[in-house]
């Protein structure tokens, strides 16, 4: 995410946010330290616009991610971790991700039988994010 906002052509213009954003360890201490500081108004528009720039862009990806043609992620090796989440019999388990991407909803849900709040089981768990998803 901060590889994201930091090259998005929104900060282009400000230099001073993109330094600022090398000098912390994650992107949403950036987004507090703008929106809560004494900066201008064009510039927290800009860090939001480059927030959810960063947010649709990872998500295009995980929503196109295919197994077959991309090898970078090891599937059966995230499904054997899930599994041992999964529960067993009557037991319910759990499975807890700070992601910002939906990767395990989207693409392990049905084969680990993951219930997943708010997200179908239909085919549109695939479809894209809508800004207030955001």
């Known amino acids: 995410m901060a590889d994201c906002i930091y090259n998005s052509d929104y900060l282009r213009t400000f230099p001073e946010i993109r330094e ?18 004494d900066y201008s108004a064009e510039q927290k528009n800009a860090v939001a616009n480059a927030v ?15 197994y077959l043609s991309n090898e970078q992620v090891n599937i059966y090796g995230v499904r054997e971790l899930l599994h041992r989440f999964a529960g067993e019999a009557n037991e319910s388990g759990f499975f807890f991700t700070l992601n910002q991407d939906l990767f395990v909803e989207r693409h392990l849900s049905r084969d680990v039988h993951i219930e ?6 239909l085919t549109r768990h695939k479809n894209q994010l809508v800004p207030s998803d955001l």
């Not at 000098?23 to 330290?33: P, T, V």
């Not at 959810?52 to 295919?66: C, K, Q």
């Not at 997943?116 to 089981?121: A, D, G, R, Y």
């Open 20 to 37: 600022l954003l090398q000098d912390i360890s994650n992107y949403e201490e950036l987004y507090e330290k703008v929106f809560n500081g």
């Open 52 to 66: 959810s720039e960063a947010y649709e862009r990872i998500d295009t990806n995980v929503r196109e991610w295919d």
């Open 116 to 121: 997943i709040p708010l997200v179908s089981s």
